[in-house]
């Protein structure tokens, strides 16, 4: 099979075209033949490396995908050969506490395709059986890709850590990634005000027509200034932040009391600073997040299969183009999800 293979980290041009053995389904495990994967930070950081973080290089990138399975391992009993599914991009032991709590993503052994175990970015995957939803019937493979890794992420840090509820407001940071594109979705279904910010005003009209009430374009001046307007100085119950140290301390200053800001990443920079009397005067919470667990991501596939969300898609690049397709992630000028057509 042909698969794009990470030896060395660095430039693009580490993304190498490799010929491989397609993998053989061990016990619990089907093989997928894969139509399209979508691109996540996760794979540029693969690709650069991460300063103090190991990768078990050589790997394939890649954490979301779609296709045909082809192959069934032993004991394999919820799938069939030639069902189409989408993958969970997130794998675990599924016998440890936190597993058999429905808190997999908890699990000492929870590790993401792409980064721990060969992932997407290729012809062929093995993956374990439960990996593997249905795609329901009219959806494209390269809409299935384009989903579950950001639209789970989204989910858990509103439903589960924030804990968002009706009527509250929620101030949404870079409409134009793929969490935020799920996020302002969601917090819209969810009851919730939503107020959105962007780098350009088309963004800001995109994050308008996904739902959010009002938008703000950062570049225009001071994002803090026009949410106390917004907000009549009351400030939002809950931030949705993945830019980090960029926005963190602007962020502490517009949480109303009991607010919550929940963090998934940090790509503005880790190194975060502000006034700890905020936290404890205003009882402020701040709150991490990684993923969520295969139940949650069950519930997302049902709200997308009723048309409730939906995953946008910025572009699409064939396999052989996918340092392209890292190039359009880097340039932070997408908006949604960058999907890799295969075969």
């Not at 990996?131 to 809409?143: E, F, R, S």
Request: positive net charge.
């Amino acid at each position: 099979m042909k698969a794009v293979v990470v030896r060395e980290h660095g430039d693009v041009d580490r993304l190498l075209f490799e010929e491989r053995p397609a993998p053989v389904p061990a016990p619990g495990e089907v093989r997928v033949q894969l139509r399209a994967a979508a691109l996540n930070h996760l794979d540029l950081w693969l690709r650069r490396g991460v300063p103090g973080h190991s990768f078990p290089l050589p790997l394939t990138p890649g954490c979301d995908g779609a296709g045909v399975v082809d192959a069934i391992g032993p004991g394999v009993s919820n799938v069939r050969i030639g069902d189409s599914v989408v993958l969970a991009p997130g794998y675990s032991c599924g016998a440890c506490e936190m597993c058999t709590i429905g808190q997999d993503q908890l699990c000492r052994n929870y590790g993401i395709l792409g980064e721990m175990r060969d992932g997407t970015c290729a012809e062929f995957i093995a993956v374990p059986a439960r990996n593997c939803l249905q795609i329901p019937k009219g959806q494209d493979y390269k809409t299935a890709a384009a989903w579950p890794l950001t639209f789970l992420t989204a989910w858990h840090m509103l439903t589960r850590r924030a804990m968002l509820r009706p009527g509250e407001t929620v101030l949404v940071h870079a409409a134009g990634s793929g969490v935020s594109t799920a996020a302002i979705q969601m917090a819209n279904l969810l009851g919730a005000t939503v107020i959105a910010t962007a780098g350009s005003d088309e963004k800001c009209s995109r994050a308008r027509e996904l739902g959010a009430a009002h938008v703000i374009n950062y570049e225009k001046g001071d994002f803090s200034i026009e949410v106390r307007k917004i907000t009549n100085k009351r400030g939002v119950d809950v931030i949705v932040n993945h830019v980090g140290a960029k926005t963190f301390e602007s962020d502490m200053r517009i949480l109303t009391k009991g607010g919550r800001l929940v963090t998934c990443g940090a790509t503005g920079g880790y190194e975060m600073k502000t006034d700890f009397r905020l936290v404890y005067f205003k009882s402020l919470s701040i709150l991490g997040s990684t993923m969520g667990s295969l139940g949650e991501l069950h519930e997302v596939a049902k709200l997308i299969k009723d048309a409730r969300i939906a995953p946008v898609i910025d572009s699409v690049f064939s396999l052989d183009s996918i340092r392209d397709a890292h190039r359009r992630v880097a340039e932070r000028a997408v908006f949604g999800k960058v999907v890799i057509e295969i075969g």
